[in-house]
């Protein structure tokens, strides 16, 4: 029973390392700062998130410790991906537009609006 | 056993030289913040990597420690590049 544990917790940290190495190269090839913010936080909360159970499942004694960090990222990756893409939209960056939406731009001259008047 | 932690690290080398490249070419801040966020997410799976090699459960503690850290670190920077500091 242990031994299979074993070999799945082998299995998560194999591809979690794959996921990290993907959220890697969306950080080097994208073209925007938001599809860039994209591929790498989401693909690297997956990987790490992963390799962290992962190791938790390898070794039992350790599996509450390893459960308050993937606990910790799952809550923390996503705020500072949300904050990091509303900053740099409040910098002044407008998206890659070649074939999408700025669904944010009507909401966020009505923000604007409101604060000022 | 040994074979899959060789390929895993190698992964998250090669992953953490591109997000070094990254860091150093990002035409704007937010560029560099990104890289950044990336490149501390990355160390953290690899310090409770460490941690099962070496068998030293106190690395974990390290680790938990860091990416406290670097979330923290985030936020101020995002508040930054906003403007609301």
Same mark, same amino acid.
Request: proline share 2%; no cysteine.
């Given at each position: 029973?242990?031994?299979?544990?074993?070999? /799945? *917790?082998?299995?998560?940290?194999?591809?979690?390392?794959?996921?990290?190495?993907?959220?890697?190269?969306?950080?080097?090839?994208?073209?925007?700062?938001?599809?860039? %913010?994209?591929? *790498?936080?989401?693909?690297?909360?997956?990987?790490?998130?992963?390799?962290? %159970? *992962?190791?938790?499942?390898?070794?039992?004694?350790?599996?509450?410790?390893?459960?308050?960090?993937? /606990?910790?990222?799952?809550? !923390?990756?996503?705020?500072?991906?949300? !904050?990091?893409?509303?900053?740099?939209?409040?910098? *002044?960056?407008?998206?890659?537009?070649?074939?999408?939406?700025? !669904?944010?731009?009507? !909401?966020?001259?009505?923000?604007?609006?409101?604060?000022?008047? | 056993?040994?074979?899959?932690?060789?390929?895993?690290?190698?992964?998250?080398?090669? =992953?953490?030289?591109?997000?070094?490249?990254?860091?150093?070419? =990002?035409?704007?801040? @937010?560029?560099?913040?990104? @890289?950044?966020?990336?490149?501390?997410?990355?160390?953290?799976?690899?310090?409770?990597?460490?941690?099962?090699?070496?068998?030293?459960?106190?690395?974990?503690?390290? @680790?938990?420690?860091?990416?406290?850290? =670097?979330?923290?670190?985030?936020?101020?920077?995002?508040?930054?590049?906003?403007? @609301?500091?």
């Amino acid at each position: 029973m242990m031994e299979i544990l074993e070999y /799945i *917790g082998y299995g998560l940290v194999l591809i979690g390392g794959v996921f990290l190495f993907l959220g890697a190269l969306g950080i080097y090839r994208m073209p925007d700062i938001y599809t860039r %913010l994209q591929a *790498g936080t989401k693909a690297s909360t997956l990987g790490a998130m992963s390799t962290i %159970l *992962g190791v938790g499942l390898i070794q039992p004694e350790w599996f509450f410790k390893v459960l308050i960090i993937v /606990i910790f990222m799952g809550l !923390a990756n996503p705020l500072s991906s949300h !904050a990091l893409a509303r900053s740099t939209y409040r910098m *002044g960056v407008t998206p890659y537009l070649k074939n999408g939406v700025d !669904a944010y731009k009507k !909401a966020f001259k009505k923000q604007i609006k409101k604060f000022t008047s | 056993m040994n074979i899959i932690f060789i390929i895993v690290f190698s992964l998250m080398a090669i =992953g953490s030289i591109l997000s070094m490249i990254r860091f150093i070419k =990002g035409p704007r801040s @937010a560029d560099r913040a990104v @890289a950044l966020d990336t490149l501390s997410i990355t160390i953290t799976s690899a310090l409770v990597l460490l941690a099962l090699i070496f068998e030293r459960y106190i690395y974990i503690d390290v @680790a938990l420690v860091y990416a406290v850290l =670097g979330f923290i670190g985030i936020i101020v920077i995002a508040r930054y590049i906003e403007g @609301a500091l």
